[in-house]
């Protein structure tokens, strides 16, 4: 079986080409800049350059493909307008389903993220059946996955579709670094500081073998979380610290400071200036989002393992590729 993933360079997608090849899939790449991909060349492994806002590429690219996994998508918190979200996120997911159409592909895989659906606590984690919550609602980036999500769903009835929802990525092969940006942050420091909130953070090599689970057992219309262990941050930076034999001085930012440099970032975009500072993401910092696996786990048979396992491979390759 051929297998088309998009955006092959991103962090899980270079995980789930690893892992399909693993079981034996013939895999097609699309991406961008073929010198940037990260994986040596393999026998069943081939690199397709285009676009997901480029028809032409992605038709050509799903020629006598079986699947597709899209994985595909801006995650850069410095975008200005929303549109700019639209047309790479939910344009570009159109563009995806109607070349799998044009060449008889019968399943794809939607890689979206686990905030389109609502977060709970430790005690009651948000699960696949729950509506979008504040902040991320409000979130651009989590707004078009979600509208990109329902674009994949409405084309159920024509081929079979599957919805895949990570938390957040911890493992090797992050090359910009996106989510690995944590473990660079804390990385033998004696000081952190870190937001009063907390996240789900999932091993990248568990979430990718979630997604081949998805494709070989997931059923027609229904979303699988790929969600891992509900950790603060503060948890998360002292199991850091713990595997690099550190015990550094962790020291929490206040919820209204992290607000006021919000809001001074919401007047900094307002005149044309680029950041990642929002109110809605310092309000993301704030809370405690927190997800439960137990539906990937019984229906797919996924495992999931202790996120040391994610922060040390992660570890090991920033130092292999002196980014550490």
């Known amino acids: 079986m051929n297998v088309l993933v998009t955006g092959a360079n991103g962090l899980l997608a270079t995980n789930t080409i690893i892992a399909l090849l693993s079981r034996g899939y013939r ?5 961008r800049d073929p010198h940037k991909f990260l994986l040596p060349p393999q026998p069943n492994l ?17 020629e006598e493909c079986h699947c597709v996994i899209h994985c595909a998508a801006t995650t850069d918190q410095n975008l200005l ?21 044009k060449n008889g592909v019968k399943k794809m895989i939607y890689v979206g993220t686990a905030n389109t659906f609502g977060y709970g606590t430790l005690q009651a984690p ?42 957040f990525m911890i493992g090797p092969y992050d090359g910009k670094p996106s989510s690995g940006a944590i473990i660079r ?51 998360f930076f002292k199991k850091l610290g713990n595997q690099t034999g550190r015990r550094p001085l962790l020291i929490p930012v206040p919820r209204p400071l992290l607000l006021t440099a919000g809001y001074l970032g919401n007047f900094l975009r307002s005149v044309g200036i680029k950041t990642p500072l929002t109110s809605i993401n310092m309000k993301i910092l704030c809370i405690r989002n927190y ?20 922060i040390d491979k992660a570890i090991h390759w920033f130092k292999v590729h002196r980014m550490l």
């Open 27 to 31: 895999v097609t790449g699309l991406i």
């Open 46 to 62: 081939r690199l397709a350059v285009g676009d997901i806002t480029h028809v032409e590429s992605l038709e050509k690219a799903t």
């Open 81 to 101: 307008r929303y549109e700019a979200y639209h047309r790479i996120n939910v344009t570009g997911t159109e563009n995806v389903i109607q070349a799998a159409l």
């Open 126 to 167: 948000g699960n696949e059946t729950l509506p979008p919550k504040a902040p991320f609602s409000q979130a651009w980036y989590a707004m078009s996955k979600l509208a990109g999500q329902k674009k994949a769903l409405a084309a159920r009835h024509q081929l079979a579709v599957i919805v895949v929802s990570p938390t």
């Open 185 to 235: 942050m804390g990385y033998g420091k004696r000081l952190i500081f870190h937001p009063p909130g907390g996240k789900n953070f999932v091993n990248v090599e568990d979430a990718a073998t979630g997604v081949v689970d998805a494709l070989e057992k997931g059923k027609n219309g229904e979303a699988y979380l790929l969600s891992g262990e509900n950790l603060t941050y503060r948890e």
């Open 291 to 310: 997800y439960t696996n137990h539906k990937t786990r019984n229906e797919l048979g996924t495992a999931f393992h202790p996120i040391e396992q994610g």
